[in-house]
């Protein structure tokens, strides 16, 4: 579920916000609809005799802004009208008049000409978790395809990108590694879709429904929606995005299933580029033997042969990862210019491997990946003991020592990372509270999804490295409805690949161009 962005980190205050008294006895005015285990917002209009501004807003078009809510004028890119929504929310719904409030951003797109014209609205969520919106440089991809009918939305959800973004600098404002906690566990899919009824309400003529497209993780959202707000949906699109829904924490199910999938894309990758199977034990056994079990990254990190497998993540999952994983290996050493020279890791290969990682722009993606599975339960590092149990294939070093090939790991985090990652150093005490934390709170209603009345259609890749096929078909069987398109022709990054061919099929499923069988 990962994905590579370069947010900018333009939304300066974290929380600390002042409101007057006037705009306080405002929120309390606000009455939450009941929605099971969760609270939406239906605002009322009040007379407000105090102003929020915020890092970055731009003047708004008459009609268009509230204290919560402003709203940009257009500007283009080619072929696109695009216009910027930011939006004060609780940090936490369940106590949100006396919660912080924090910023949340969305991007409106249109194709040129439509910018008054009455569409639909597709709100996207984005994979993760812990990544924002991609950030349209051009009309191409599944955006174009959807333009052609819907305004569409993309929510930079809580914490990334211009939605009061989480970096390494800025979490570093809370002092506390509890207080850290305390604070990121509203970041999760709950909250997510808390966000987007907020925005909807605001932004959707008569707060009508609108239609959710969920990439990955953005897919797990998805289902929370469709579980705790159903009245906000027309209809649901996912993309490598089902969730399993069971009670507790489904992590460990998830990785048990998930390393087999892992191993069958080494053994995949290796018969490709046999000649790598070497090189990689070279690799390996040069970091065991290096002073400190490893080589000092460029951040001030540690590439460690457990680190060295971590390139799994995004080289064995996506298309194209196959080879951009071989040649990144092709160019691992640096030449021996004068003779006698000691061999060692080229600068180009340790730069590279910090790129693959992200985390020192996007580091929710580690921090929370866990807990997106947990409901009442802890993960307890889940992916850890899941791998202990697959040690002996996983051991990096005996495997190079017994000339077995050296299998990379796939979307697991690690708790040794908050030691080796230079960017997740400060939050390794806060990352073992997360995963020791019980009470997370509900994200799935098995119960809802089973009288599910809204029209979903799910792509489902045979193959997916990151959601597990056999998983996926046990949730997709509990939410009433639903059409799978169950496909070998794409990987997990189907949607960026062939993004148009994609979202058409799935509209095709939806409108009934493609009958059931």
Partial sequence: MLATHAPPSLIKPLFFFNFSSSLSSFFESLSPTPSARLLLFRPRWARFRALITMSGAQSVASGN?????LAGNWYSVPDFRLRDHRFMVPLDYKNREAS?????????????????QPMPYLLYLQGG????????????????????EFRVILMDQRGTGLSTPLTPSSMQQIKSAQNLADYLKHFRADSIVNDAEFMRVHIV???????????????????????FAPQGLKQVLLTGGIPPIGDGCTAD?????????????????????????????????????????GVLLPSGGILSPQGLQFLGLSGLGSSAGFERLHYLFERVWDPVLVPGT?????????????????????????????????????????????????EGKFDAIRAAKEGRPVLFTGEMIF?????????????????????????????????????????????????DMYVNFKLVMETASQIAGIRLWITNEFMHSGLRDRGGQVFDHLMGMINGKMPLF
């Fill in 65 to 69: 802004s509230s204290p919560e809510h």
């Fill in 100 to 116: 912080p409030k924090i910023s949340v951003f969305a991007r409106e797109v249109v194709a040129v000409g439509k910018e008054e």
């Fill in 129 to 148: 978790p812990g990544f924002e919106c991609p950030r349209p440089t051009e009309a191409s991809g599944w955006i174009l395809k959807a333009c052609e």
């Fill in 205 to 227: 003529p008569d707060a009508g429904p609108w239609t959710v497209l969920g990439q990955s993780y953005g897919g797990f959202c998805g289902v929370t929606y469709l579980s």
């Fill in 253 to 293: 199910s998830t990785y048990r299933a998930c390393f087999e999938q892992v191993i069958c894309q080494n053994e995949k990758y290796y018969k490709r580029f046999p000649r790598d199977v070497e090189i990689v034990q070279d690799v390996v056994t040069y970091l065991a033997e290096a002073e400190g079990g």
């Fill in 342 to 390: 000691p061999k060692q890791i080229s600068s180009y290969f340790l730069n590279a491997y910090e790129s693959w990682l992200s985390f020192d722009t996007n580091p929710l993606y580690a921090i929370l990946h866990e807990s997106i599975y947990c409901q009442g339960a802890s993960s307890r590092w889940s992916a850890q003991r899941i791998r202990d149990d697959h």
């Fill in 415 to 463: 708790p040794w990372m908050f030691d080796e990652v230079h960017a997740l150093r400060p939050f390794k005490d806060a990352g073992h509270l997360l995963a020791e934390k019980e009470d997370w709170p509900p994200l799935y209603d098995i119960t809802a999804l089973k009288n599910n009345k809204v029209p979903v259609a799910a792509a489902v890749y045979y193959e």
